[in-house]
């Protein structure tokens, strides 16, 4: 008789497996792309005095949400991020049998973190689906100037706002190394679509990544000089760009990454190995 682990890793990967679940998930991706395109012109507003809204993820729904459809939107959004971190909780629960060692670790602790954020992204549409109009950005200030009551909050945040960096350090050298190749049906692209797609995957992760990267240094500093202001995330990202010189042509260009990253979830779409 097989184990009890053994079977409940036999019903993950026939999950894994399902045509249904790819579906979703490839919708999924999808609907995140279009986030990060919105994002992108939400920034590009900001860059220019357009736009009085929270350059984060919620603010790029709350955009979403006023538009013609926007409700029927979001809440397919939603449906294809529970698939997404389903798919991801599955990928760290059964892993891959050619990985071996700490590599496969290290990837499974990744999914882990990847479904953790699919579910924060799930529960932001579904304040905007509520009509709830705080924003990340204003919970995330919050809990932070909650946190800097005592000293040892101070320390949280801190140690937040270096992991926030690192993740961001990771995702550009994720980026520029091209890792994202080995999720990719390189076999099924064509020659121009392999090239399009390095270009949109290493522009679009370098951009998050630097973003990220700004977003946890404030956190730190936050945590150092008791500013909750420094502690909103990439809103708070977007507000130093635009205080620096040329500062309109530093977010385009932000824009423009966030944009390519959109824009390369819509090729994962097709192309990913789900």
Same mark, same amino acid.
């Given at each position: ?56 993820q919620s ?47 290290y ?9 953790a ?6 529960? #932001? ?13 204003? #919970? ?30 990771g ?14 049906? #390189? ?44 502690a ?25 990454g ?17």
């Amino acid at each position: 008789m097989s184990s009890l682990p053994s079977q409940a890793h036999g019903a993950a990967s026939r999950t894994a497996n399902s045509t249904w679940l790819e579906h979703l998930t490839r919708g999924g991706l999808v609907g995140y792309g279009i986030i990060h395109l919105l994002f992108a012109w939400l920034i590009l507003q900001i860059a220019f005095d357009r736009s009085p809204t929270d350059g984060d993820q919620s603010g790029a729904l709350h955009k979403l949400a006023e538009k013609p459809f926007g409700t029927f939107l979001i809440v397919a959004l939603v449906v294809g991020l529970i698939a997404m971190a389903i798919w991801q909780l599955l990928e760290a629960a059964v892993g891959h049998r050619a990985e071996r060692g700490r590599h496969r670790l290290y990837e499974r602790i990744v999914s882990v973190g990847r479904a953790a954020f699919y579910l924060y992204l799930t529960w #932001t549409g579904i304040k905007v689906l509520r009509g709830k109009s705080a924003s990340s950005a204003d #919970t995330q200030q919050q809990a932070s100037e909650d946190l800097m009551v005592s000293g040892g909050g101070r320390i949280a945040l801190g140690l937040v706002g270096i992991a926030v960096a690192a993740i961001g350090v990771g995702l550009v050298l994720y980026g520029v190394r091209k890792k994202f190749e080995k999720h990719l049906k #390189t076999s099924q692209m064509t020659a121009r679509m392999r090239r399009l797609s390095d270009r949109l995957g290493v522009a679009g992760y370098a951009a998050k990544g630097i973003a990220y990267g700004i977003a946890g240094v404030l956190f730190l500093v936050a945590a150092i000089q008791y500013d909750g202001d420094k502690a909103r995330g990439l809103d708070a990202t977007l507000n130093v760009l635009s205080q620096q010189s040329y500062g309109p042509w530093l977010l385009a260009a932000t824009a423009l990454g966030i944009a390519a990253y959109g824009l390369f979830s819509i090729v994962q779409s097709r192309y990913r190995k789900v």
